[in-house]
């Protein structure tokens, strides 16, 4: 029997970091439930995601998050036409969680079980708001552990243009809002103070790679950051922690937007996304915008609950997988490395 092609029933599961999350959606974009269950208060008493415990409280978690997926569907797993699962990249013992769950249903029930990229989770969560949105398009992906400017050509096929070569924008974000005593997850409380601070007091550098025009490095710039700050602290001058918070955050925004700008001229695109947990600052999507605006590039962006990790943009993306024909078997594993566009 030939699979089908619509009314396509995916139960997609989440666990690369430091979220248990369990979503029903039907043919790629039509999301019946979006269950999360976040660590982050768990893990802001250590000042950042402590893998052992990350494994520990997904195992607690995944099965009720599962339920809780069907019930909100209101489905069961017998309505389910395959079991999607993020197998990498992230810490291997979260992942461990989810791939054992997603094989254990597919297991029990029979059901076909496929294994998506989380990255490609993130560019498709992009299909789920955009109904319009089709390959080609250019994509940036910025969250905690990457940062990757990527052409789609089409569902599943991704070239990588550039990515970071040391620190991720999102690890950024996180170690300069550890060093300003902000705390963890930096990322939206340095969004949040910088609507208090100046954005050119201070003119930390904007990080070229000279051999790489859509490569980023944000290691020099939190290093940069780190100096000013001791600096200001040796020659007794007050730190401003809402100007240094937002001219680091300017500062990467307008690396990001400049290298975007050039691989969409570079390449000529016409349809530019972003997605990751970063591309739910505000102020980043806003000069995104306004960039593409004078360029006459259409713009698209998740909200900024499909952003951060969740399991619908699995499903979204497993949904794709699915129609090309790809299966895993009972012997998948978690790559805590993965590339993208691996098989
Ligand atoms: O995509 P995500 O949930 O997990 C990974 O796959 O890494 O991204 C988490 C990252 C964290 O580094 C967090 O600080 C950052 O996204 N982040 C933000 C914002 N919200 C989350 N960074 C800047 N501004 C935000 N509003
Ligand atoms: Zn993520």
């Given at each position: 029997m030939e699979d089908k092609k619509t009314n396509v029933k995916i139960l997609a599961i989440e666990s690369s970091c430091d979220e248990t999350a369990a979503a029903v959606v039907v043919d790629g974009r039509d999301v019946r439930s979006n269950?999360?269950?976040?660590?982050?208060?768990?893990?802001?008493?250590?000042?950042?995601?402590?893998?052992?415990?990350?494994?520990?409280?997904?195992?607690?978690?995944?099965?009720?998050?599962?339920?809780?997926?069907?019930?909100?569907?209101?489905?069961?797993?017998?309505?389910?036409?395959?079991?999607?699962?993020?197998?990498?990249?992230?810490?291997?013992?979260a992942l461990l969680v989810g791939v054992a769950e997603a094989k254990a249903i597919a297991y029990a029930k029979k059901k076909p079980l496929i294994g998506v990229h989380h990255i490609e989770g993130h560019i498709s969560a992009n299909y789920i708001e955009n109904k319009e949105l089709k390959p080609p398009f250019l994509c940036l992906v910025v969250s905690g552990g990457h940062t990757h400017l990527v052409r789609v050509q089409d569902y599943g096929v991704y070239e990588i243009l550039g990515k970071t070569r040391d620190d991720a924008a999102g690890e950024a974000f996180d170690k300069v809002a550890r060093a300003i005593g902000l705390g963890y997850p930096g990322g939206p409380k340095i969004e949040k103070v910088s609507h208090?601070?100046?954005?050119?007091?201070?003119?930390?550098?904007?990080?070229?790679?000279?051999?790489?025009?859509?490569?980023?490095?944000?290691?020099?710039?939190?290093?940069?950051?780190?100096?000013?700050?001791?600096?200001?602290?040796?020659?007794?001058?007050?730190?401003?922690?809402?100007?240094?918070?937002?001219?680091?955050?300017?500062?990467?925004?307008?690396v990001l937007v400049h290298n975007a700008m050039r691989a969409i001229d570079e390449y000529g695109m016409d349809k530019f996304a972003i997605a990751g947990g970063v591309a739910s600052n505000q102020t980043l999507r806003q000069a995104l915008e306004e960039a593409c605006k004078q360029k006459g590039v259409a713009f698209y962006h998740p909200s900024p609950i499909l952003c951060t990790d969740n399991a619908a943009m699995i499903g979204a993306a497993a949904y794709y997988e699915y129609l090309t024909g790809k299966r895993d078997g009972l012997d998948l594993n978690a790559v805590p490395n993965l590339k993208l566009g691996e098989r």
């Open positions: 269950v999360i269950s976040s660590q982050i208060a768990l893990h802001t008493l250590y000042g950042g995601v402590v893998p052992e415990i990350a494994s520990r409280k997904h195992i607690e978690k995944i099965n009720q998050v599962v339920e809780q997926a069907l019930s909100d569907a209101g489905m069961t797993l017998d309505d389910m036409d395959a079991i999607a699962v993020t197998y990498g990249p992230g810490l291997v013992g208090q601070g100046d954005p050119l007091a201070i003119p930390f550098p904007k990080p070229k790679v000279a051999d790489g025009p859509y490569d980023f490095s944000f290691s020099g710039l939190k290093s940069a950051v780190l100096n000013y700050l001791n600096g200001a602290q040796m020659k007794g001058e007050e730190i401003v922690q809402a100007d240094v918070a937002a001219s680091f955050q300017h500062a990467v925004i307008e």
